[in-house]
């Protein structure tokens, strides 16, 4: 493990210790006070209601052997602080820097540079965590993994990420975006050998303006790529494969899978089942079955591209057919469970943009099931182009064989009228205001035997409906 001095943090950061030793290892990097362990790294972040660089003292009292301040939040409390830690905790060290989102960037990139391993960076639209955990459960039978944990994609979550690194020989992360430029600092930062974009659909499109803009965000991740590294992309998405088409390059080896485009990972014999799919692949003259453990096209795609990440590293092929067939999927995506009457529930509500309602409603619309349930809610972040996509997942709910539809919010009324506008039955349509009505007509609607599928942004909290149906 590489160590992280505080003079090391002093050097990069420009920043300078207030109280305490220089040469104090650093280590365990945490936002949260309630986290913190004995021992820890507390650094405080200044948000919209709550400023972290305060709360100090109940990092100290939690454990926290360092604490990384900004300097002008904290500039009136100087004397305080030097007079707490005097008191109570003459060991601990207290740093102060001009800005601690800039510092834990800064801190990471250093950390990164000390390590001489595989990093696999992964971006797109929709699909980015499902892909890295099954990137990473493969890379995990040849290599001591570290991986992006649930989302934590952005500016600080990705520094907070690297700055666990301690024995691991590879990294899987995670890259997210709201605006351009966010990926070209985080690729910065991570330096990745491997880059992956799973696809560029309509995610932040009200933020970005275009698919195209969608597309540009997308590939900043090449800015990090080193010279000779490889990019990975999904060839079925129009976006990426009519951009390679028109954008070969020496600088870096490209791997192309997909299903309908003709590509160096492609599958055959796909056969399709609400709790896996299988299908059948050639690699160096040999034919493998694949068995991927979660039902739906998407996760065929996010499977090839774990076959072509693994193909890369030499991984022997039974081991990426192990690796793909018992990965572990977070939960809150296309998270099977079955309740007590005997119903199923697909809880798919972390999040939800154009892209991912369309694969999800097309995985219910294909499982057997007496009766299929959508509970659609409000997407967000889509600015102008909120209407014509809420419409279009309207469309895809009355293409997909769903026999009920409920939505949540103002703005998915634009799906429900849509779904009736193009046939939809409208006696099996219930326009909810809140989670309360839509829970009361699930529970009213839902039998054994019975499917029923939850996709919504997440500030929409459907997780109170999946809690209270499951």
């Known amino acids: 493990m590489r160590e992280i001095l505080v003079k090391d943090v002093v050097r990069i950061c420009k920043g300078e210790i207030l109280i305490g030793k220089e040469n104090e290892k650093l280590g365990g990097f945490i936002q949260d006070t309630r986290e913190i362990k004995e021992g820890t790294t507390y650094i405080g972040f200044k948000g919209e209601k709550n400023d972290g660089n305060l709360m100090y003292e109940k990092a100290l009292e939690n454990g926290a052997k360092v604490c990384v301040l900004e300097k002008n939040s904290v500039k009136n409390k100087i004397n305080e602080i030097n007079k707490i830690v005097r008191e109570k905790y003459i060991d601990r060290t207290i740093l102060l820097v001009p800005d601690t989102k800039k510092a834990i960037q800064e801190i990471a990139s250093y950390k990164r540079s000390l390590y001489d391993i595989p990093v696999i960076g992964i971006t797109g639209s929709v699909g980015k965590t499902s892909t890295k955990d099954i990137i990473a459960s493969v890379m995990s039978k040849k290599y001591n993994v570290l991986k992006t944990l649930g989302n934590y994609n952005n500016q600080i979550g990705l520094p907070l990420t690297i700055l666990r690194l301690k024995d691991e020989n590879a990294m899987v992360v995670e890259m997210g975006m709201n605006m351009l430029g966010e990926i070209h600092n985080l690729t910065r930062i991570a330096k990745p050998t491997v880059a992956v974009i799973t696809n560029v659909g309509t995610a932040h499109i009200g933020n970005l303006g275009s698919r195209e803009n969608i597309l540009k965000a997308k590939l900043e991740i090449l800015d990090g790529l080193e ?47 609400e709790n896996g799919s299988t299908y059948k692949i050639d690699i160096d003259g040999k034919t493998y079955k694949v068995k991927v453990s979660v039902g739906g096209n998407h996760f065929v795609l996010n499977s090839l591209c774990a076959i072509a990440i693994g193909t890369l590293f030499n991984i022997d092929m039974l081991d990426i057919l192990d690796g793909i067939a018992n990965f572990e999927l977070a939960k809150r995506r296309m998270q099977v469970e079955k309740n007590s009457k005997g119903v199923t529930i697909i809880n798919d509500c972390y999040n939800a943009n154009y892209d991912s309602m369309k694969a999800a409603l097309e995985y219910l619309g294909k499982i057997n099931a007496n009766k299929k349930i959508a509970v659609l809610g409000d997407m967000l972040e889509l600015g102008d182009f909120s209407k014509e996509l809420h419409e279009q997942v309207g469309e895809a709910v009355e293409k997909n064989n769903i026999d009920v539809l409920i939505t949540v919010g103002n703005l998915a009324k634009d799906i429900a009228n849509k779904a009736i506008e193009r046939g939809f039955s409208k006696s099996k349509v219930f326009m909810c205001d809140n989670n309360k009505e839509a829970i009361e007509n699930i529970n009213k609607l839902a039998q054994k035997g019975d499917a029923i599928l939850l996709k919504a942004s997440n500030s929409m909290n459907f997780q109170e409906i999946f809690e209270k149906i499951l």
Do not use: A, C, F, R
């Not at 000779?228 to 070969?248: C, Q, V």
């Open 227 to 273: 010279t000779g590294g490889t990019l990975i992309i999904n060839n079925d998405n129009d976006m990426l494969h009519n951009w390679y088409e028109n954008n070969k390059s020496d600088q870096y080896k490209v791997i192309t899978y997909g299903i309908e485009n003709k590509s160096d990972i492609m599958p055959y014999d796909i056969v399709l089942s």
